[in-house]
C-alpha cells in the first residue's frame, strides 16, 4: 500500500520532490574548504559497527552525518549490518537473508568488538530512526545489494513515519534499487556508490538522478577533473573511506563535498585545528 500511496502523491504534485546538491549538502566546496563528516557505520572507533552503542556516539559528536548500511531478513524486517552474512560481526554463521528477526537478535554483535560490548544486538532500521529522531544529525542509508520497490517502499514507511525525511539520504551501488527508491520517495535524496568513476561521472549522476557520487580516493586521483566537472553541475562529490591525516588533506585540497570515515570524532578535531590548504 506504501508503494502505490507514494507513487500517487508524486503523479499529483511531481514538481515539489526536485532535490538539489546544496539542499543537503549546504554549499558545494572549493578546494581548502572543510568537507562534511560522515560517521561510517557510526563511530566505529567507539563501538561496534552498525549498533546503537556506535550510533549513540556518532550523534552526539560534530558530524554532520551518520552512515548505515539496511539489509532485509528473512521475513523482511529492515537491519543495519554491512556484510552479506553475519560472520565477521556477530557469533553466528550464515547469510543475513536466512534469519528471522527473532532469530538474528539472538546474535551477539558486540563481543567480537570488545566485552565491554558482549551481548549487543543487531539493530532494526526502527531502533536506528527511534534513537536518530531526537537528534540533530542527518543520515546515509545505504541499500545494500537489490531492493525491490515494495522492499525500499517499507524502509521510507519507516523514514516517514519517524519524520526524517528531510534528513536522510539514500545510498546504493545498484542502479535498480536507486531507480526504485526515486519511484517510490522521488523527496528524498540519492547517492550513487561507485568504487570507480566513469569517464562521465555527470552523465551517470544525472541518468540516475542522484545529487552526489560517493567513491574511492584512487577514482579522483585518476580523473583530477572530477571534482570540478561534477561542481560545475551542481552535484556533489564524496570519499570513502578515509582514516588518516594524509588522506584527509587530500581529499580538501581537493574540493570533495564530504568525508566518510570511521573516526569522525579525530576527523571533526583536525579540521577544527588544522589551516587546510586554500585558506
Known sequence: MVVVVSIVLVLLNPTSTRVHATGVFGSLRAPGDPALVAGHRGDRSAAPENT?????????????????????????????????????????????????????????????????????????????????????????IELKGFWPLEDVGTVVELVRDYGA???????????????????????????????????????????FEAIAILTSPRSVEQDSTAVTKMHDAGLGLLLYTLNSEKRWSDAIALGVDGIVTDKPSSLDEWLAATTVPGT
Open 52 to 140: 546503537i552503542p556506535a550510533f549513540e556516539s556518532a550523534l552526539v559528536s560534530d558530524l554532520e552525518f551518520v552512515e548505515t548500511d539496511v539489509q532485509l531478513t528473512k521475513d523482511r524486517v529492515p537491519v543495519l549490518i554491512h556484510d552479506d552474512t553475519v560472520d565477521r560481526t556477530t557469533n553466528g554463521r550464515g547469510p543475513v537473508s536466512d534469519f528471522s528477526l527473532r532469530k538474528l537478535k539472538r546474535l551477539d554483535a558486540g563481543r567480537w568488538y570488545s566485552k565491554k560490548f558482549a551481548g549487543t544486538e543487531i539493530p532494526t532500521l526502527e531502533e536506528f530512526l527511534e534513537l536518530f529522531r531526537d537528534s540533530d544529525k542527518q543520515a546515509m
Open 165 to 207: 525525511t528531510d534528513r536522510v539520504v539514500f545510498m546504493s551501488a545498484d542502479f535498480t534499487s536507486l531507480m526504485n527508491a526515486a519511484d517510490v520517495a522521488p523527496d528524498i535524496p540519492r547517492i550513487i556508490i561507485r568504487r570507480d568513476l566513469p569517464a562521465d561521472p555527470v552523465g551517470l549522476a544525472t541518468e
